[in-house]
């Protein structure tokens, strides 16, 4: 049984696409919980986070106290599954992360293994496929893991570890170097970074931790259309009705979390 923790700051147009792949697995009772802990979101983000059932815990602190935050939070899953809010994991992808973690508990490895997914992008063109191939590199070979890779661990081993540092804007990257290449598991799983384009149809990406930065309204402003649509489908899912035309059948999700 896992909890989920999702730092957040102003990710209202990816954050929806993030929930909706935990959905099957909160079906099957592999998800238990999805905790949101934010850096003080000025756009939607809460908004969609409390539609979709997710705990909210409201951390200004650095990347790492938020993260620190939501395991504090979080109280019903033996096991702790970081994910970034601009990530979407691939359909399917909690067998995988189930028999991993059967597998390390039957070893009598669950507080000495953990395990991350395998970086990849939505763009298209010889770049991106490059890019993909030095996050592998850097990954398997050298040790140093991205905090879209995720991140899958036993609360023991959290805890054996110290945790996340909580003043460390690279607090992803630390725990992952005391883990070590030798105790982390890659799982064939793509976790996918989503990008959306601002006003002027360029992408834009955070230089911290790669959030993705989209220009974003500010609380009483008029939301963003695809905000708009996406709070829609989840109340409409919620209702049993169908989702508006408007909607985006992808970013549905069904029921609460």
């Known amino acids: 049984m896992f ?18 792949a935990l959905v099957p697995a909160t079906a099957e009772g592999v998800v238990r919980e999805v905790i949101v802990a934010d850096a003080g979101s000025s756009d939607l983000t809460e908004e969609i986070a409390d539609a979709a059932g997710c705990r909210w815990v409201r951390e200004t602190g650095a990347y790492g106290a938020r993260l620190a935050a939501g395991v504090q939070a979080a109280s019903r899953g033996e096991w702790l599954l970081f994910l970034e809010p601009d990530t979407v994991l691939d359909p399917d992808w909690f067998w995988e992360v189930s028999k991993f973690v059967e597998r390390a ?10 395990a991350c997914f395998r970086a990849a992008g939505d763009e298209l063109g010889l770049k991106a496929r490059l890019g993909e191939g030095m996050a592998w590199i850097c990954a398997r070979i ?53 990008t959306v384009p601002d006003a002027d149809g360029l992408f834009l ?24 649509d996406a709070l829609s489908a989840i109340e409409s899912g919620r209702k049993g009705v169908p989702p508006p035309a ?12």
């Open 105 to 114: 508990e039957w070893l009598g490895r669950g507080d000495t293994q953990a």
């Open 3 to 20: 909890s989920v923790v999702i730092p957040t700051h102003n990710n209202e147009a990816t954050l929806v696409e993030t929930l909706a």
């Open 205 to 228: 990406a955070s230089p911290v931790h790669g959030a993705v930065s989209p220009t974003v309204p500010r609380r009483g402003d008029r939301p963003s259309g695809r905000a708009v």
């Open 246 to 257: 408007a909607a985006n059948p992808e970013m549905i999700i069904p029921y609460r979390l």
């Open 142 to 194: 050298l040790g140093i893991g991205r905090e879209q890779q995720g991140l899958l661990l036993s609360r023991r081993f959290y805890a054996k570890l110290g945790g996340h540092k909580t003043t460390s804007v690279l607090a992803h990257a630390d725990l992952v170097r005391r883990i070590g290449r030798r105790r982390m598991t890659h799982l064939p799983v793509c976790a996918v970074r989503r």
